[in-house]
């Protein structure tokens, strides 16, 4: 069986970016003008995130840091940019990469988020772990931020439900482009994202 690494890395094009392998937090800022959201390509501390949101300049506004669900991680371009190189930066001396430019949202009732995002990104899993799904009739999501604990708290938007899967094998997931994304922030446990739509077993 080929590791989770390996697969991913059969998933890389030349001039892709692989994030840091693991369920790490990464920060994300959006540039104003252009809507390009761009993400720290090594791992920040909420700590972190705070101290940059007093560094940077009026041309960018903070989103937020995230916790990675996925193992693993790589973006095969930026947004609009297939067939060049992923697009980076550097904001207050790190390094940034441009991972996707969202639509406009829609607020489902409870609050869950929806939102069209233009990205290309590969999401990988680790053999051995519990794998959390949101089934709806047009596919499954996965969850690419956050983590299960009060999975059962969520408002999740009508025709949805949880479900889990015990992964066999590592399970590699290419969303699509666009990504349908469905976002849940609480002050009490943090942001939560499922994203697809995928065929999952």
Known sequence: MKSLKTLMQ?????GGIAVPYGRNSHMEV???ATGRVWMSLDPASQQEYDQLLEEMDDSLRGVGVGDASMDAALFRHSPDGEGEPVREREICGRRFINVAIPGEPTVHPGGMMQIMVNKSHVVGYEAGRTLTIMSMPEGDFVEVVGTAEH??????????NLRTIELQ??????????????FHFSFDYGLRSFQGPVSLP
């Open 10 to 14: 059969e998933q890389l094009p030349e």
């Open 30 to 32: 959006v540039e104003v």
């Open 151 to 160: 999975d059962e708290e969520l408002p999740l938007p009508e025709g949805a």
């Open 169 to 182: 094998e590592p399970c590699i997931v290419a969303l699509p482009s666009p990504t349908t994304t469905f």
